[in-house]
């Protein structure tokens, strides 16, 4: 078994549980996946909305679980299994008020990150650079709903110095018993847009539905706010009502704290002056974009206000590298790049990610194309939303632009002829015109709602046009 992160008889206590068997010492970690379960850890049979984990609680087993969590209504469907349990009134709830005894015995600095675009990024560019000054523990992936938000705070090492976690929402009332649970020091909005826009009835009411994460902060607590986004004075307001005393801003506006003196930007990394306080300091940002300069700021902030040595954590933003399908760059074969953006996309994170294809420079005959798919959950602003791509790629060098999905359609009927390469059904339909299109030294950028399905066309190029070093330098 891993480091021990709770003793058995400590997880009784805190979720109420009745204990059947010999059970273990302690458990290494916890595990909702018998698939990606460590020998050792302890399952919670967790009833999704598709999966109910009752159901795989012999994979957990064969897999090494140490002990099961699980519902006392669900032992008559158990059969003979003789790895130990902890017995519960409801696996969630369980995990829930476990996740409230780790909160409870922790002594690290807690960090919240929620925003319509660039949550995952900022809490892992938090993860990587706090590790410089201490030990961190941050939410796995995007943990960051009704249950991967106590799963990732149940996971929390009592010896952790720094925590970081992701909260999001798609409705009002979501994150706020989220960040009650989580109670951070320091809660960070990095930015409000049209993500879910069809749950809302305009951008407003996503900021106040993102501003229920100042309701949970620690007294004396600080809320870190984009200076930079239309809605800050709104925020501002929705924290102050919250009994926030200590209001922060970031960004380029010259009343910003942590505020952005020059960008620098580069091939694969950028370069910023930043203003920290009453400080100045000249950083190396391992991926480029002017959107990451701005994640950056926050991360400087927030590494400022939980009395982390903002040196150190400058220095460490120089080797930070994107993630999967949110800017990972791929150096491919006959000079080709592709970006990776295929995660998720709103209309903020699209003018990121068209500024960014159009800074990348090409060779003499590469082109920059762009492969954008659905934004998904606009409701009735979609149309609208999607052709107002049109203007954001207007002023660019991206020569050619493929689209993918039904709602791509609006774009398609305002983009120029001469732009716009083709409109396909889906992700299926459009890998065979993209791969024959790609010529040596294009870069390539592929963006859409995860839902799409675009992750696949990555995967498809890169089995066409494979490298040796596939995966490198972050952008």
Known sequence: MSEQLWRSQDLVAAMSGRPVGNLPEGIGGISIDSRSLSPGDAFFAIKGDVHDGHDFATAAVKAGAGLLVVADGKLPGLGRITTPLIVVDDVLAALIRLAGAARARSKAQIIAVTGSAGKTTTKEALRHTLSAVGKVH???????NHWGVPLSLA????????????????HADEIRPLVKLVRPHVAIVTLIAAAHLGHFRNLDEIARAKAEIFEGLEKNGHALINRDDARYKLLEKLAKEAGVKHIHGFGENAKAEFRLLKYTPAADHSTISAAIGKSEVVVRIGVPGRHIAQNALAVLGAARLTGAEVARVAVA???LQAEGGRGLRHQLASGITLID????????????ALDLLDQTPVADKGRRIAVLGDMRELGNHSAKLHASLAAMIEPTKID???????????????????RLAG??????????VLLAALKPGDTIMIKSSNGMGFSRLVEAIRAKFPADGDGGAGA
């Open 138 to 144: 941050a939410s796995d992936k995007s943990f960051n």
């Open 155 to 170: 996971r929390l090492p009592e010896d952790a110095q720094y925590a970081i976690f992701e909260i999001g929402m798609n």
């Open 317 to 319: 933003l120089g080797d």
């Open 341 to 352: 953006e295929s995660y998720n996309a709103n209309t903020a994170s699209m003018k990121a």
């Open 400 to 418: 050619m632009v493929f689209l993918g999905g039904p709602e791509m359609s609006a774009l398609a009927a305002v983009l120029p002829p001469e």
């Open 423 to 432: 409109h396909l059904p889906d992700a299926e339909a459009l890998k065979p």
